[in-house]
């Protein structure tokens, strides 16, 4: 009677499910065909519900025969001809949200503001972002709506906008994910007119689209960001990966093409009709335990494999992995089975406690995503573990995949969490293991983006000021210098100085020793040297005796006042970029400054033009870059 019941309750659920979007999984058919065999002829009556069944292990409109069947050699002699149901399976996606933290930005924009000497820095970076958006299709494919409002305002009216700005800068940033999957709509006629570095950029993101294997792991990452933010468990995710045009293009000459697939249909094969669940428990898996139930389970799998030719390149040799699966290994199969569903039920219970939590409206946590996050990639590594089919995934290949996946899954919770400069710190991991040989800008994409991330997750107007003065105003500037084979910049040097000096003014001994603070402010052309830097640099102002002044007394409120003439001070000289360190050594001679001296609030002027030449030591401080020429490598 119980055995009846247990019957009448699988030809239900199969019957209940008949035409819905996902077909019932490999294990669900097992347990029904064989529920169907004939006590009296022990084999399966192929009728019409049967045929069904397995139909979508056959190409479209293949005529299901016993004979068909019997040509599977683990499917053989298991049917006769004779004649119930279809089948399907059930996908319940956890829906995942964002908030909108919006915070007072119009008192930091003001103190950042009242810094009169940084504003036309802040102005020249977004003009910058401005032109780069032009200059670069990949940045606005990545930021769309930051470049529908950043390319309709003038750069000088960005003060005015930041509060929108940043909420688009948020939806960018959220949807991210999306962006970098459709770097691969690129092309290079895209390119504004048909600038060569632009079309050979984009020349070579879509060849590693095109040619590249690991363009599989980059899109399947996005995915994974993508479908968690959407609710999906692992094995949809997995599906979703196996269903994409990337997957679908390099199968023919990828093994990694090739285990997505063959990852995809054990998973799918092993797929829960209960919703709280992402695969089978174990036990329900011992329903598999009878030999003829495992036979008939590996048998689909063979049919399944041959329907979706899934061939792996090994030592040299395309091999098939249907040949590979052996009807007198079925039992050894088994424990392959175990270790899926083993690291299943773990991944089961973290979605059930999800679900739980979002039901009651409860957060999503740091403890949650670290045990989803491990129990997914345990459940990965032992997916694509085929050992028993004496197929084996070279360690580094199984690393850079389970690296990938981390990665991915730490941008799904960063940005749910709002941490999005960690989730940028994310992308760049994945971006290293897949995207890098081939793109050599990505720098720019994380400049903007760590810029982006700032302006969002600032709490205070102080931060606001901050995000934008550490983009503007980098430190560690100075490296530039060191790094690139050229640099011209705006630059200025602060620092003591020792030297000799032409007083105008005196009638007699006009050359004498002086030395204090220097200030020099000009246009600097630097070359690197080994790790240093040698720098001809031309001085237009010194604001020495203002440094001077204020490294004494920096609260006091009002200078003396001052005019152009007086800080006017033109001169050359060489500067050396120390190794390491943002500091330099340089000679430099000058006329002027007229300007000598701030004290007790009344400013020393000369009223005649002086010179003087000097040795100064100080800390190298570039204001704008105006080119830089990378380092050949």
């Not at 949650?368 to 197929?391: C, G, H, M, R, T």
Request: hydrophobic residues 40%.
């Amino acid at each position: 009677m119980k055995s009846c019941i247990y019957l009448w309750g699988v030809m239900l659920t199969l019957l209940a499910h008949t035409g819905s979007a996902q077909q019932t999984s490999l294990y669900y058919k097992a347990i029904y065909l064989e529920a169907q065999r004939s006590a009296v002829t022990h084999k399966i009556p192929l009728d019409e519900p049967t045929k069904d069944v397995l139909r979508e292990l056959y190409a479209p409109n293949t005529a299901i025969t016993v004979a068909l069947l019997d040509a599977n050699p683990l499917l053989k002699d298991q049917f006769e001809d004779a004649p119930g149901s279809g089948v399907s399976a059930l996908r319940q996606p956890l829906a995942a949200v964002g908030g909108l933290n919006v915070t007072n930005l119009a008192d930091g924009l003001a103190k950042f503001l009242i810094k009169r000497s940084k504003e036309e820095l802040s102005v020249a970076f977004f003009q910058g972002f401005k032109d780069d958006l032009k200059k670069y299709p990949e940045l606005k494919v990545l930021f769309p709506n930051t470049a529908s409002f950043i390319e309709n305002i003038e750069a000088y009216n960005y003060a005015s906008f930041l509060q929108t700005l940043r909420e688009g800068f948020q939806a960018d940033l959220m949807s991210l994910p999306t962006g970098l999957r459709n770097l691969r709509t690129l092309t290079p006629a895209m390119c504004l007119d048909g600038n060569k570095k632009c079309t050979e950029r984009l020349a070579a993101i879509e060849n590693f689209f095109e040619k590249n294997e690991l363009s599989i792991l980059y899109v399947a990452s996005t995915i994974v960001m993508d479908s968690l933010q959407a609710g999906a468990n692992i094995a949809d995710i997995l599906h979703a990966i196996a269903e994409d045009e990337q997957t679908d293009k390099f199968q023919d000459v990828s093994n990694i093409s090739n285990a997505v697939l063959l990852a995809d249909i054990f998973s799918s094969s092993l797929r829960s009709k209960d919703a709280d669940r992402v695969w089978v428990t174990r036990t329900e898996l011992k329903e598999l335990k009878n030999a003829n139930r495992l036979k008939l389970f590996f048998g689909m799998i063979l049919q399944k494999c041959v329907l979706e030719d899934i061939r792996f390149t090994i030592n040299g040799n395309n091999v098939s992995f249907a040949s590979l699966i052996k009807a007198e290994d079925a039992q050894r199969y088994y424990t392959y089975l175990e270790t899926i569903v083993s690291a299943g039920t773990e991944v089961n219970q973290v979605v059930k406690d999800i679900r739980t939590k979002k039901a009651a409206d409860e957060k999503f946590t740091s403890d949650n995503y670290v045990q989803y996050l491990n129990a997914s990639v345990d459940a990965v590594q032992l997916l694509v573990n085929w050992e028993p089919f004496k197929i084996t995934i070279p360690p580094a290949q199984l690393q850079n995949m389970t690296t990938i996946l981390r990665s991915a899954i730490s941008v799904y919770y960063n940005i749910r969490a709002e941490n999005y400069a960690s989730a940028i710190s994310n992308i760049f991991i994945i971006v290293d293991h897949t995207l890098s040989n081939s793109y050599e800008h990505k720098e720019k994409i994380l400049r903007y983006g760590a810029f982006m991330a700032s302006i969002v997750q600032a709490e205070s107007a102080d931060q606001v000021a901050e995000a934008i003065e550490a983009v503007a105003l980098p430190a560690g500037s100075a490296s530039i210098k060191k790094s690139a084979d050229w640099n011209i910049s705006l630059n200025a040097y602060l620092g003591g100085f020792t030297g000799r000096e032409y007083l105008a003014e005196k009638t007699t001994d006009r050359w004498g020793t002086t030395r204090g603070i220097a200030a020099p402010v000009g246009i600097a052309v630097s070359h690197r040297v080994y790790t240093a830097s040698v720098t001809a640099f031309v001085s237009v102002i010194d604001i020495g005796a203002v440094a001077s002044y204020r490294l004494d007394d920096n609260n006091t409120a009002d200078l003396p006042e001052l005019k152009l003439q007086n800080i006017f001070a033109p001169g050359a000289g060489l500067v050396i970029g120390l190794p390491r360190w943002p500091v330099s050594i340089g000679y430099l001679w000058q006329a002027g400054p007229a300007l000598r001296e701030i004290s007790g609030g009344a400013a020393t002027i000369s009223s005649s033009t002086n010179r003087r030449q000097y040795i100064f030591v100080g800390v190298d401080i570039p204001l704008l870059n105006f080119y830089t020429k990378p380092r050949n490598k």
